[in-house]
């Protein structure tokens, strides 16, 4: 690398992302000449950002809440998987022109490599945002026969259920407690894709105390910080495998540097670095 490389987050309020202590630490203690800031800005400012982002020297960002779908329209190129997700959580700037990728799904694909018992039965997703879409997206891959996502509104489930209507078994409900409790008694996978149980909801569960789960179920929170939610407490109290966001974080972190910075990248000691500073 022989120019100083600027990366970011761009969010919303940003107040609890690790991506910052993740990236610098790999990039202090290999002596690369990257920095990695956090870009809040209001929605109303979001195109004005990208515009001055074409001519900055920032090469590359991740994108978060609440931008990962709103950002689609305000990009000069889309990647055919982001486009089918409906969600973009990596930007590259590629001399002024911003592409947009989804790294959540591959970040989340490879965390279920390691539960080799995983049925490809039922699975449950609560939430449809974002993260929710490349969730559904990396779950149809693998092959699950029954996919149902829960959200409160409407709206986005039917333009969830419209996008992907390639994939068959895929159910979308509005959230009812007592609806979600039934289908947890069968599924294989439950993934928590909302912000219940991060501040300011830490004290909070998607699903409060009396669920039901499967033997062998896995419970997975995308939430990272905390590291054991509310959800995850509970779920582990039933016998349930439990999975926090961390590892998906990392995965999809090394992705965005794949992009960003291709053959520059060492992945084994940034796995090791990221997990030695988020574990600390
Ligand atoms: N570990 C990782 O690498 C990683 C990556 C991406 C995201 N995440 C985490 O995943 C979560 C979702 O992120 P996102 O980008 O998808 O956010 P998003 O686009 O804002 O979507 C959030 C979803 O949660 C639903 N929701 C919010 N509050 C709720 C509540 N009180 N009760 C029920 N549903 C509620 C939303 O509303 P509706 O009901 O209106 O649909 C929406 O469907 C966040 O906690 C984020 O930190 C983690």
Redesign the pocket.
């Known amino acids: 690398m022989d120019k100083k490389i600027s990366l970011g987050i761009l969010g919303g309020k940003l107040r609890s992302s690790l991506s910052p202590l993740m990236f610098e630490h790999y990039f202090g203690r290999f002596k690369l000449d990257i920095s990695y800031k956090l870009y809040p800005v209001a929605s109303d400012m979001l195109s004005f950002f990208l515009s001055k982002t074409r001519t900055s020297d920032i090469i590359g960002l991740n994108v978060?809440?609440?931008f990962?779908?709103k950002i689609i329209p305000l990009l000069d190129y889309l990647d055919p998987e982001a486009k089918i997700i409906g969600a973009v959580?990596v930007i590259h700037n590629s001399k002024g022109r911003l592409k947009g990728y989804n790294t959540?799904y591959t970040?989340f694909l490879k965390t279920l490599d390691k539960y080799d018992f995983l049925k490809t039965g039922n699975a449950l997703v609560?939430?449809?945002?974002?993260?929710?879409r490349g969730i559904i997206y990396g779950l149809s891959r693998m092959k699950f026969k029954n996919i149902t996502f829960f959200?409160?509104?409407d709206e986005?489930i039917n333009k969830i259920l419209g996008n992907f209507h390639f994939i068959s078994g895929l159910n979308g409900e509005q959230?009812k407690i007592e609806k979600i409790k039934e289908k947890m008694k069968n599924a294989d996978i439950v993934v928590n894709?909302?912000?219940?149980g991060?501040f300011p909801?830490e004290n909070k569960s998607?699903v409060e105390v009396d669920f039901a789960l499967k033997k062998k179920a896995i419970v997975y929170d995308?939430?990272?910080n905390p590291k054991v939610t509310k959800f995850l407490k509970l779920a582990k109290s039933k016998g349930a495998v439990v999975e926090n966001?961390?590892w998906?974080?990392i995965y999809?972190a090394l992705e965005s540097l794949r992009l960003w910075i291709g053959e520059d990248l060492n992945e084994e000691f940034f796995i090791k670095s990221s997990t030695e500073v988020l574990n600390a």
């Open positions: 978060t809440i609440p990962k779908e959580n959540d970040g609560l939430g449809a945002g974002g993260a929710a959200s409160r509104n986005k959230w894709a909302t912000p219940v991060m909801l998607p995308l939430i990272y966001g961390l998906m974080l999809q």
